[in-house]
């Protein structure tokens, strides 16, 4: 602050800084004031010394009343020459904001004590040069006058610290904003930062992620978890984790990212974590197509002999451990190369194209059907309980292969010579097997092309037995030779007895009885079921009369239906022509369906229930439980009974499992207002199961076995 001039009057200087009077004067307060003259002193010694200016300004003149040292150094000026000079014309910044900022608090803040603080950074120019200045104010009053209190700190250092710091800054976000790869920052695996092709990369608008959960970046909570758990788990042990996994984009669309992370603290890495993520979808694409190639066929993209192999190895071990057996074809279009010369190579591939559809439509899930190249196709069976069940599914593999195809415009009909090779009796390798199957096939080809060979003689003379059969179905018709069986149906709580199947066998006059297993599918291939069938309805029918006639009204007879008589036959007209010729009542014949019959065709079989409901025909589903696993058709087609599939019935007593589906399908079928019945019941004890479970009907040996009609007929007399 000035120095008091030496001139000046004691009186004048002690009554200007003590305040005191020449009465308070007088009372010895010169000690003290001798403390206060050395105190103020001291001050502004210590004021000068310091490199901030202060200055204090009068209000609201605007003038400077005092200043230190820095600041007459900072203008370079002496410090007297400032006093009494206006604020604005140092050059300090905004100094005509500064001053009006501090007018408007002389009034009633100042009087409230309530005085705030300001702080403005404000470049000064000097010399040539400039320094920039953290200008702090705020206002005082003294002696009831109001003053404003200016300190400016030197800040340049730390200005041109911090813009070069923003500088660095400024060029690291540039970097990571134009980086090909999303970068982010995560902590207690919430998102505190990301770059721009990090949200590009997920589809989010810049600053979307900020602030979320990691758990919106993949498709499920278990992805979430357990990749989590892995990551972390790697980074707790100081290493970097990398992985590749299928992520989620905002509009919840899926895409292949490469992902990398790594711990800011190993011994935290919940507390900070970096990760780097790369789209690479296309990547992923390219190498599934790569390794799909490796293992399939380019034209038709079926398994190629490596992966059958490899499948077959599996089967191998599996048919193994549970007894079951399976079996490899070589499946060989005949005279290919004719159809190839004609209409060239693209009409010889479209072909091949259209026949690998056929053959898998034939196939189950379990199966496996390769190209080997050329016109030479390998399918791989498995999990077959007997051989002989493969007969059936070759004869409809044929068929279909013969059906004409359409390829270019022109009509195109082709057949397959197959040649089969079983597990284990024919080997137990892919290449042992597939040579003997090689060698049956060409043994087919052998025999006029259009066939099949077992490997196996003895499986080569059960083919020969299926195509006697098949031949002598025909006469079987001709000669009268089928005759039909009856098993007796009951009704559990009564006891009653309710009507009977009719079961069909074949009295061959070489082979003896022959059981339908046998038969029908062969008869079911031939398409020989449709004739079959009528004659079975018109025995049925006329048998159930004969009951009638004996006082016996009540009986209803129960008659299977073949999946080939909806295809192929007129069924509404078959069956209305048995009622019509025997005069039976339709509400005593019972038809069994399959539930392959209710899935096949659909809309056209349910015109065809609908109509024999509308005859008044009771309707059962057959075998229920071993089908499909979707019941959406019981609400479509109106059946009245479900038979429950011996499989289930006969070990009831030992297989929980068993009981619990049994079980199942009485309190669905109560529950949509359906009858069941239970085929297969040996003993007392299944029965009583049964009655236990409220099922309503029965059939099996306990009850009675199937018999001639007129062992029948003898048996109902009996239990009257």
């Given at each position: 602050?000035?120095?008091?001039?030496?001139?000046?009057?004691?009186?004048?200087?002690?009554?200007?800084?003590?305040?005191?009077?020449?009465?308070?004067?007088?009372?010895?307060?010169?000690?003290?004031?001798?403390?206060?003259?050395?105190?103020?002193?001291?001050?502004?010694?210590?004021?000068?010394?310091?490199?901030?200016?202060?200055?204090?300004?009068?209000?609201?003149?605007?003038?400077?009343?005092?200043?230190?040292?820095?600041?007459?150094?900072?203008?370079?000026?002496?410090?007297?020459?400032?006093?009494?000079?206006?604020?604005?014309?140092?050059g300090?910044?905004?100094?005509?904001?500064?001053?009006?900022?501090l007018?408007?608090?002389?009034?009633?803040?100042?009087?409230?004590?309530?005085?705030?603080?300001?702080?403005?950074?404000?470049?000064?120019?000097?010399?040539?040069?400039?320094?920039?200045?953290?200008?702090?104010?705020?206002l005082?009053?003294?002696?009831?006058?109001?003053?404003?209190?200016?300190?400016?700190?030197?800040v340049?250092?730390?200005?041109?610290?911090?813009?070069?710091?923003?500088?660095?800054?400024?060029?690291?976000?540039?970097?990571?904003?134009?980086?090909?790869?999303?970068?982010?920052?995560?902590?207690?695996?919430?998102?505190?930062?990301?770059?721009?092709?990090?949200?590009?990369?997920?589809?989010y608008?810049?600053?979307?992620?900020?602030?979320?959960?990691?758990?919106?970046?993949y498709?499920?909570?278990?992805?979430?978890?357990?990749l989590?758990?892995?990551?972390?788990?790697?980074?707790?042990?100081?290493r970097?984790?990398?992985?590749?996994?299928?992520?989620?984009?905002?509009?919840?669309?899926?895409?292949?990212?490469?992902?990398?992370?790594?711990?800011?603290?190993?011994?935290?890495?919940?507390?900070?974590?970096?990760?780097?993520f790369?789209?690479?979808?296309?990547?992923?694409?390219?190498?599934?197509?790569?390794?799909?190639?490796?293992?399939?066929?380019?034209?038709?993209?079926?398994?190629?002999?490596?992966?059958?192999?490899?499948?077959?190895?599996?089967?191998?071990?599996?048919?193994?451990?549970?007894?079951?057996?399976?079996?490899?074809m070589?499946?060989?279009?005949?005279?290919?190369?004719?159809?190839?010369?004609?209409?060239?190579?693209?009409?010889?591939?479209?072909?091949?194209?259209?026949?690998?559809?056929?053959?898998?439509?034939?196939?189950?899930?379990?199966?496996t059907?390769?190209?080997?190249?050329?016109?030479e196709?390998?399918?791989?069976?498995?999990?077959?309980?007997?051989?002989?069940?493969?007969?059936?599914?070759?004869g409809e593999?044929?068929?279909?292969?013969?059906?004409?195809?359409?390829?270019?415009?022109?009509?195109?009909?082709?057949?397959?010579?197959?040649?089969?090779?079983?597990?284990?009796?024919?080997?137990?390798?892919?290449?042992?097997?597939?040579?003997?199957?090689?060698?049956?096939?060409?043994?087919?080809?052998?025999?006029?092309?259009?066939?099949?060979?077992?490997?196996?003689?003895?499986?080569?003379?059960?083919?020969?037995?299926?195509?006697t059969?098949?031949?002598?179905?025909?006469?079987?018709?001709?000669a009268?030779?089928?005759?039909?069986?009856?098993?007796?149906?009951f009704e559990?709580?009564?006891?009653?007895?309710?009507?009977?199947?009719?079961?069909i066998?074949?009295?061959?006059?070489?082979?003896?009885?022959?059981?339908?297993?046998?038969?029908?599918?062969?008869?079911?291939?031939?398409?020989?079921?449709?004739?079959?069938?009528?004659?079975?309805?018109?025995e049925?029918?006329r048998?159930a009369?004969?009951?009638?006639?004996?006082?016996?009204?009540?009986?209803?007879?129960?008659v299977?239906l073949?999946?080939?008589?909806?295809?192929?036959?007129?069924?509404?007209?078959?069956?209305?022509?048995?009622?019509?010729?025997?005069?039976?009542?339709?509400?005593?014949?019972?038809?069994e369906?399959?539930?392959?019959?209710?899935?096949?065709?659909?809309?056209?079989?349910?015109?065809?229930?609908?109509?024999?409901?509308?005859?008044?025909?009771?309707?059962?589903?057959?075998?229920?439980?071993?089908?499909?696993?979707?019941?959406?058709?019981?609400?479509?087609?109106?059946?009245?009974?479900?038979?429950?599939?011996?499989?289930?019935?006969?070990?009831?007593?030992?297989?929980?499992?068993?009981?619990?589906?049994?079980?199942?399908?009485?309190?669905?079928?109560?529950?949509?207002?359906?009858?069941?019945?239970?085929?297969?019941?040996?003993?007392?004890?299944?029965?009583?199961?049964?009655?236990?479970?409220?099922?309503?009907?029965?059939?099996?040996?306990?009850?009675?076995?199937?018999?001639?009609?007129?062992?029948?007929?003898?048996?109902?007399?009996?239990?009257?």
């Amino acid at each position: 602050m000035a120095k008091p001039s030496d001139t000046e009057d004691w009186d004048e200087r002690k009554d200007r800084i003590i305040g005191l009077g020449e009465r308070s004067f007088r009372k010895s307060y010169y000690p003290q004031l001798r403390e206060n003259l050395d105190r103020l002193e001291r001050f502004r010694t210590l004021l000068d010394r310091t490199t901030d200016c202060v200055v204090l300004v009068a209000l609201p003149e605007g003038t400077i009343s005092d200043a230190n040292a820095a600041l007459g150094i900072l203008v370079g000026e002496p410090t007297d020459a400032l006093i009494g000079r206006p604020f604005v014309s140092l050059g300090l910044g905004d100094a005509a904001d500064v001053l009006e900022t501090l007018r408007r608090e002389t009034g009633d803040k100042a009087e409230s004590g309530d005085i705030p603080a300001h702080s403005d950074v404000t470049e000064f120019h000097r010399d040539g040069g400039s320094i920039w200045l953290d200008l702090s104010y705020r206002l005082a009053v003294l002696d009831g006058r109001n003053y404003g209190v200016i300190v400016g700190r030197d800040v340049t250092e730390r200005k041109l610290a911090q813009e070069m710091a923003d500088a660095l800054l400024a060029e690291k976000e540039a970097l990571l904003d134009n980086a090909l790869v999303g970068i982010a920052m995560a902590r207690q695996r919430k998102i505190v930062s990301c770059n721009r092709r990090f949200e590009e990369i997920f589809g989010y608008p810049p600053g979307g992620l900020i602030g979320k959960s990691s758990r919106v970046l993949y498709a499920s909570d278990e992805d979430f978890k357990a990749l989590g758990a892995e990551a972390y788990a790697c980074m707790n042990l100081g290493r970097n984790y990398s992985a590749t996994h299928l992520m989620a984009r905002a509009d919840g669309s899926t895409f292949w990212g490469e992902l990398a992370g790594r711990s800011i603290d190993p011994a935290r890495p919940d507390e900070g974590s970096i990760w780097i993520f790369s789209d690479i979808t296309e990547r992923k694409q390219a190498e599934d197509r790569a390794e799909f190639l490796s293992y399939h066929d380019a034209l038709t993209g079926l398994p190629n002999q490596s992966l059958l192999k490899d499948r077959l190895q599996q089967a191998v071990a599996f048919s193994h451990s549970t007894g079951t057996k399976l079996a490899l074809m070589v499946i060989d279009l005949d005279r290919f190369k004719t159809i190839n010369d004609f209409l060239g190579h693209n009409a010889g591939d479209r072909l091949l194209v259209e026949v690998a559809g056929r053959l898998s439509r034939h196939m189950r899930s379990t199966d496996t059907l390769s190209r080997q190249g050329g016109d030479e196709f390998n399918l791989l069976l498995t999990n077959l309980a007997e051989p002989d069940a493969i007969v059936t599914f070759l004869g409809e593999l044929m068929e279909g292969v013969q059906e004409p195809f359409r390829v270019e415009g022109q009509e195109l009909t082709v057949s397959a010579s197959v040649g089969i090779a079983i597990y284990p009796e024919d080997g137990v390798d892919f290449e042992t097997l597939l040579k003997k199957a090689d060698m049956a096939m060409y043994q087919a080809k052998d025999a006029g092309r259009n066939a099949y060979r077992f490997f196996n003689q003895e499986m080569n003379e059960d083919a020969v037995e299926q195509i006697t059969m098949h031949a002598g179905l025909w006469r079987a018709l001709e000669a009268g030779q089928f005759v039909l069986y009856f098993q007796p149906l009951f009704e559990i709580p009564s006891g009653r007895l309710i009507g009977a199947e009719a079961l069909i066998r074949w009295n061959h006059p070489d082979l003896g009885l022959v059981s339908p297993g046998r038969f029908i599918p062969v008869a079911e291939e031939s398409g020989l079921i449709v004739q079959i069938g009528d004659w079975v309805l018109q025995e049925a029918c006329r048998e159930a009369m004969k009951w009638r006639g004996a006082g016996h009204p009540e009986l209803v007879v129960a008659v299977n239906l073949s999946a080939v008589q909806f295809k192929r036959g007129d069924i509404e007209q078959s069956i209305a022509r048995a009622l019509e010729e025997t005069g039976l009542d339709p509400e005593h014949l019972e038809l069994e369906l399959t539930e392959s019959i209710l899935i096949r065709d659909s809309e056209n079989v349910l015109s065809s229930v609908k109509q024999l409901k509308h005859m008044g025909i009771k309707l059962s589903i057959d075998d229920f439980g071993t089908g499909y696993s979707s019941l959406s058709y019981l609400k479509r087609f109106e059946v009245d009974k479900l038979k429950i599939d011996q499989t289930f019935v006969r070990d009831l007593m030992d297989n929980t499992e068993d009981a619990a589906i049994v079980r199942a399908i009485v309190q669905m079928a109560h529950s949509l207002g359906l009858r069941t019945i239970a085929e297969g019941v040996e003993s007392q004890r299944v029965l009583d199961v049964l009655r236990g479970y409220g099922c309503d009907e029965v059939q099996g040996f306990h009850c009675g076995r199937p018999m001639p009609a007129d062992a029948f007929m003898e048996f109902i007399a009996g239990r009257r």
